[in-house]
T-cell receptor, first 112, second 113 residues
Framework: QKEVEQNSGPLSVPEGAIASLNCTYS??????FFWYRQYSGKSPELIMS????GDKEDGRFTAQLNKASQYVSLLIRDSQPSDSATYLC????????????FGTGTQLKVEL | NAGVTQTPKFQVLKTGQSMTLQCAQD?????MYWYRQDPGMGLRLIYY???????DKGEVPNGYNVSRLNKREFSLRLESAAPSQTSVYFC????????????FGQGTRLTVV
């Protein structure tokens, strides 16, 4: 079992719709969770961090965390073509040392 | 406003050659990381450093060595490059290991022929 899992996609949504990206993790002791956006040929860019159960909103982005289910999600409201990118889920894995571990990413395509 | 700076941006090596990838951050961060990114594999952690003077292995350390030269700099060395090390390498830094975000450099695209 991978430590951080994401569907690779691509996930296609129409412009203006809500995009929902999901991530599961294996380490029950993890406390820190992050979403990064990566455009093709560019470096990952942090868009959200979340540390407590529940929702955290920042503009059009909402991160959701459920530690009991070991599940993190990212919602993007009013999706725009500029949101088309790969979204990487990252978890600070505490078992065996503190390692910032990434999923393989979900490719999002926002269609006109 | 430099953030995390990696050098070089591009490099071509012949099999068996050695090289060092440089990374420096100006954000006074304690932790630093080296990742490699291959198509379909996501970002895989090679080595990380929680603080100046400490380094730990990540998921794929074989064939690499690191040096945390000081708080600002964390270098990655390939002693004898192999074609399997063709990848994009990213350096990142964060304030502390727990409850902090990591910020990335622009990456080094390495090709080993």
């Amino acid at each position: 079992q991978k430590e951080v899992e994401q569907n690779s996609g691509p996930l296609s949504v129409p412009e203006g719709a809500i995009a929902s990206l999901n991530c599961t993790y294996s380490d029950r002791g993890s406390q820190s969770f992050f979403w990064y956006r990566q455009y093709s040929g560019k470096s990952p860019e942090l868009i959200m961090s979340i540390y407590s159960n529940g929702d955290k909103e920042d503009g059009r982005f909402t991160a959701q965390l459920n530690k009991a289910s070991q599940y993190v999600s990212l919602l993007i409201r009013d999706s725009q073509p500029s949101d088309s990118a790969t979204y990487l889920c990252a978890v600070m894995i505490t078992g065996g040392g503190n390692k910032l571990t990434f999923g393989t990413g979900t490719q999002l395509k926002v269609e006109l | 406003n430099a953030g995390v700076t990696q050098t070089p941006k591009f490099q071509v090596l012949k099999t068996g050659q050695s090289m060092t990838l440089q990374c420096a951050q100006d954000m006074n961060h304690n932790s630093m990381y080296w990742y490699r990114q291959d198509p379909g594999m996501g970002l895989r952690l090679i080595y990380y450093s929680a603080s100046e003077g400490t380094t730990d292995k990540g998921e794929v350390p074989n064939g690499y060595n690191v040096s945390r030269l000081n708080k600002r700099e964390f270098s990655l060395r390939l002693e004898s490059a192999a074609p399997s090390q063709t990848s994009v390498y990213f350096c990142a830094s964060g304030r502390q290991i727990r409850n902090t975000e990591a910020f990335f450099g622009q990456g080094t695209r390495l090709t080993v022929v």
